[in-house]
């Protein structure tokens, strides 16, 4: 088990930013590609972004490119996600999940194998 803890969420504004951040106990998880889901009330759970465990290779929902940043820091076993010029439309609980099988980013919740307690985001209009 790779125990995954989020934080940063919180309530902004529209136009706002905010960090989160995704926490490992488990040294392994800096070998592992690691993705941010999210799901707003009454709609699946979607991708957000995903990164490699290199942390080279970076992929993002058409919807965030440009405002949403994805990085990782192996030394502390740390994802983040920096959210910038968030919308209302962005509100959702957030979640870290890491891939223990693949090298590669996918975007189906199916391949995640570990995955944190979610984190609540809110833009107010």
């Known amino acids: 088990q790779v125990p995954l803890v989020e934080s940063g969420g919180g309530l902004v504004q529209a136009g706002g930013s905010l960090r989160l951040s995704c926490v490992a106990s488990d040294s392994a998880f800096s070998s592992y590609a690691t993705a941010w889901f999210r799901q707003a009330p009454g709609k699946e759970r979607e991708f957000v972004a995903g990164i490699t465990w290199g942390g080279v290779v970076k992929y993002y929902t058409d919807s965030v490119k440009g405002r949403f940043t994805i990085s990782r820091d192996n030394a502390a076993n740390t994802v983040f996600l920096q959210m910038d010029t968030l919308k209302p439309e962005d509100t959702a609980v957030y979640y870290c999940?890491?891939?223990?099988?693949?090298?590669?980013?996918?975007?189906?919740?199916?391949?995640?194998?570990?995955w944190g307690q979610g984190t609540q985001v809110t833009v107010s209009a």
């Open positions: 999940a890491a891939d223990s099988k693949s090298s590669v980013v996918h975007r189906t919740t199916s391949q995640y194998d570990y």
